[in-house]
């Protein structure tokens, strides 16, 4: 599967924005998504997940109503949207999906993943 995140760009502190991830194939709804992202100079780290059926979702502690991801099988999209964005969530955003059966999965693991896409990247200004 290809993905495609769109929706990046430069925000104000404060502000709102809605990612997206396109995918491609015809089987999307199979797959587990997520979101992770990297700030210059650290490491990646998770920012939320959501099972093929959109029935489970996971989020980082530091996310938690703030971001909401959903996604929309009929379209083969995932969306992230961030409110309340705060200057330290600027980072690159990928996005990432898994074939393997969720109820195994590690959903906050990078090594869960077995596609990624090549990243959006997000600026808040303060």
């Known amino acids: 599967v290809q993905l495609v995140e769109s929706g990046g760009g430069l925000v104000q502190a404060g502000g709102s924005l809605r990612l997206s991830c396109a995918a491609s194939g015809r089987t999307f709804s199979t797959y587990g998504m997520a979101w992770f992202r990297q700030a210059p100079g650290k490491e990646r780290e998770f920012v939320a997940a959501?099972?093929?059926?959109?029935?489970?979702?996971y989020y980082a502690d530091s996310m938690k109503g703030r971001f909401t991801i959903s996604r929309d099988n009929a379209k083969n999209t995932v969306y992230l949207q961030m409110n309340s964005l705060k200057p330290e969530d600027t980072a690159v955003y990928y996005c990432a999906a898994t074939s393997a059966y969720y109820s195994y999965v590690r959903p906050d693991k990078i090594g869960s993943y077995d596609y990624w896409g090549q990243g959006t990247k997000v600026t808040v200004s303060s």
């Open positions: 959501i099972s093929g059926s959109g029935g489970r979702t």
